[in-house]
């Protein structure tokens, strides 16, 4: 009774947006403007996507390796520890002891990392706040979308996220909470996983098939061997379910407590897809 419960809640949750953007669509102007604004920014939802996140060829002659290294040193903090020390960021990125040693004090020296003498360990830099700062406020949708997101959230008492792929997980972008009495504890720059929230199932369901296919071979080399058949199961009926519906669901696949929709969103020069949830 209690997953009956929470479907309708969903599929109530479905009539309710459909009402709210009728209602702002045909009363209220400045609501109409966004979303005119935000058809034009992402385009068709259903626009073939086959321009961005490739695969990472690291034989092409384009490819700098130094660069790509650095950079798995910054995503070493992903996890949310503090402190790293040089050996913990060898363990994580299988790179030799002197090459960390020098990408390190590198990545130091241009604010990237800060170095602490005391624990003689690394921990992000303010320049990593300032890019991504650069990110949110350079981005027209974030800023259109946040106060529709957060009218949504309230009029459906639901929680509206904004997300988009980063490699083989979601980075959350933004998170507006309707509801007092379940707050989910997560906030923007969250990483979720891909296959299993309405939020990734969304963004898988925007893909050409034969990026489709490529991801979840992906996945599946990422995945516990024991969990990839249900979870791609999920991933094959959320992209029949955007097919036939023009959104997907996650009945609790991610999180037994959080029932939700996603909907993609593609640009209209095919170079990104945002997701958007209801949950």
Known sequence: SMNLSKHC???????LIRAWLARSASGDKTSLARIEYLEQAVGNPKRNVDTFIHSIDEDHPQFVSALSRGFSILRCFEHGEQFLGNQDIVRRTGLPKPTVSRLSFTLSALGYLEYSPKLEKYSLGTAVLALSHAFMKSNDVVTIARPLMRELAAYTESAVMRGAADGLRMVLLEVCQG????????????????GSPALGRADLAARPLHVFEQRLTELREDCEPGYWPKIRAGILRARQDYENYGFCFSLGDWNPDVFAIGVPMVSTDRSRVLTFNCS
């Open 179 to 194: 509801d007092a009495t379940f707050q989910l504890k997560l906030e923007p720059g969250a990483r979720v996983p891909h």
């Open 9 to 15: 809640s969903t599929i109530r949750n479905i009539k």
